[in-house]
């Protein structure tokens, strides 16, 4: 919740995905554009709200990294900790987007500052949660972290083995 308890301090869409692709910077005149891309895991789209503090952090990591949204060579659902697999984290401002007439408004959103240092924050407590479960699983599988760059517009490319979505709200 928000300090005022007015509502969700974060919105998240959550994706299965067995390769997925995400271009962090777009090319410019002297460079190429430039991309970061896991293989199966999960993608995690994050907004974070006017209010949202770094309490709710480790609330959303655990309980999004221990969700049972991915599928096992057995066809049982695990988390993408237990598969092991990768996350991409993608910052998307459109999730706290609310429609006033035809166009989108984004008042409720956090400011950029505190959404950037929130959002630094969440990859970070990813980070070691994947890590510590890759440590203590039995299998030489290791899986990763890799996330957009907050503020920017991203380009993605996801496969999936089927469209199993889901959105939570913290």
Do not use: W
Not at 82 to 109: C, D, F, W
Not at 122 to 141: D, H, I, N, P, R
């Amino acid at each position: 919740m928000t300090e005022k308890g007015s509502g969700p301090a974060a919105r998240t869409v959550l994706q299965q995905c067995l390769q997925a692709r995400l271009q962090v910077k777009p090319a410019e005149e002297n460079s190429e554009a430039q991309f970061v891309q896991i293989d199966r895991g999960m993608v995690i789209y994050i907004c974070f709200f006017k209010g949202a503090t770094d309490d709710i952090l480790p609330k959303m990591v655990s309980t999004l990294l221990n969700l049972r949204l991915c599928e096992s060579e057995s066809g049982k659902m695990i988390s993408v900790l237990e598969l092991p697999g990768s996350l991409l984290i993608v910052p998307q401002a459109t999730l706290g987007g609310r429609a006033k007439g035809r166009a989108m408004q984004y008042h409720n959103n956090i400011s950029k500052e505190d959404g950037l240092r929130l959002y630094s924050t969440f990859v970070s407590l990813c980070e070691k949660e994947l890590t510590a479960a890759a440590a203590s699983a039995e299998s030489a599988a290791e899986g990763m972290v890799k996330h957009g760059t907050y503020g920017n517009r991203q380009v993605l490319k996801l496969d999936t083995n089927g469209p199993y979505t889901h959105l939570m709200e913290f």
